[in-house]
């Protein structure tokens, strides 16, 4: 079975730091393309960030750039989110997702397979 299962939300003060994890069972990991998008309270969801399938290039968001830095763990399957610098407007649940393309799709929904997400509170 494929899963994709996000952790390390929590609350945070602004200014704060927080590792967001995402773990993925139940596909080859080398074969997809990773990234993490967001979706705050009333606003639609977006991407944040992406790790590239195969020379493991990356892209941000230019709200989270030079704040966020994504890795990958292909030996344990892996995909983290650093998060420094937090802002209140970084509130948001976090999603992971996964693609077996060279590179993730601007479009969620577009994704082959998706976490339920984890809660990241930023207070002022």
């Known amino acids: 079975e494929v899963q994709l299962v996000e952790s390390g939300g929590g609350l945070v003060q602004a200014g704060g730091s927080l590792r967001l994890s995402c773990a993925a069972t139940?596909?080859?990991?080398?074969?997809?393309?990773i990234g993490w998008f967001r979706q705050a309270p009333g606003k639609e969801r977006e991407g944040v960030s992406c790790?590239?399938?195969?020379?493991?290039?990356?892209d941000y968001a230019d709200s989270v750039k030079g704040r966020f830095t994504i890795s990958s763990d292909n030996a344990k399957n892996t995909v983290n989110l650093q998060m420094n610098s937090l802002k209140p407007e970084d509130t948001a649940v976090y999603y992971c997702?996964?693609?077996?393309?060279?590179?993730?799709?601007?479009?969620?929904?577009?994704?082959?397979?998706r976490g339920k997400g984890t809660l990241v509170t930023v207070s002022s």
């Open positions: 139940g596909f080859t990991f080398d074969d997809y393309a």
């Open positions: 997702a996964a693609i077996k393309y060279y590179y993730c799709s601007d479009n969620y929904y577009a994704m082959d397979y």
């Open positions: 790790i590239s399938r195969s020379d493991k290039s990356t």
